[in-house]
């Protein structure tokens, strides 16, 4: 199992660009979720799903997108970058226990 | 409101000393509690996590305690390695809802120094 994966490890975008940060994950997690995390913060929910089709907002939703086709995969859509989006992103999943296993993260810088 | 507060912020031992991390919670209604560990530039990894009823769970050399009461948590690392250091995150589940909210607090940065 490769776990959760994210791609890509890096990025650096101008302000009003627009990007996809990937997530995936082989468990077969029902649940999964996309975090930031900002300098000296703890983690912040930025989207979550429960299941394929459906999606649900966070805490800081604002600017992002995400959508649900499969339950394989989670992407997290930013329109129109802005410097406060610079952050590390972290996407999780969970099956029906309490643990929630994250992906190594996205590291994005907007310029 | 629902927070996690941890202490130190930051933390520097010599190899093979012994430390103890704090947390603090005011979370409402409380399912579970969980440290992590997060290397540098690496996602956090689940260490223990412990329910309303238990107060302590130990793997390896991490012990972390709770004390429901007082809504306090430690967790203990005895005969540290280099390979300890990393941010160490206390995260508390608040149950309800379609989902349970998780609630992190912002970290210990532990140095372990030769």
């Known amino acids: 199992n490769a776990g959760v994966t994210q791609t890509p490890k890096f990025r650096i975008l101008k302000i009003g660009q627009s990007m996809t940060l990937q997530c995936a994950q082989d468990m077969n997690h029902n649940y999964m979720y996309w975090y930031r995390q900002d300098p000296g913060m703890g983690l912040k929910l930025i989207y979550y799903s429960v299941g394929a089709g459906i999606t649900d907002k966070g805490e800081v939703p604002n600017g992002y997108n995400v959508s649900r086709s499969t339950t394989e995969d989670f992407p997290l859509r930013l329109e129109l970058a802005a410097p406060s989006q610079t952050s590390v992103y972290f996407c999780?999943?969970?099956?029906?226990?309490?643990?929630?296993?994250f992906g190594p993260g996205t590291r994005l810088t907007v310029l | 409101k629902n927070q996690v507060e941890q202490s130190p912020q930051s933390l520097i031992i010599l190899e093979g000393k012994n430390c103890t991390l704090q947390c603090n919670y005011t979370v409402s209604p409380f399912s579970n509690l969980r440290w992590y560990k997060q290397d540098t530039g690496r996602g956090p990894v689940s260490l223990t996590i412990m329910t309303f009823s238990e107060n302590t769970k130990s793997n390896g050399r991490y012990t972390a305690t709770l004390d429901a009461d007082t809504k306090q948590s430690s967790l203990h690392i005895t005969a540290s390695q280099l390979s300890d250091s990393a941010s160490y995150i206390c995260?508390?589940?608040?149950?309800?809802?379609?989902?349970?909210?998780?609630?992190f607090g912002t970290g210990t940065l532990l140095a372990v120094q030769p």
């Open positions: 995260v508390v589940t608040s149950r309800g809802g379609a989902t349970n909210k998780l609630i």
């Open positions: 999780a999943s969970r099956s029906q226990g309490y643990e929630q296993f």
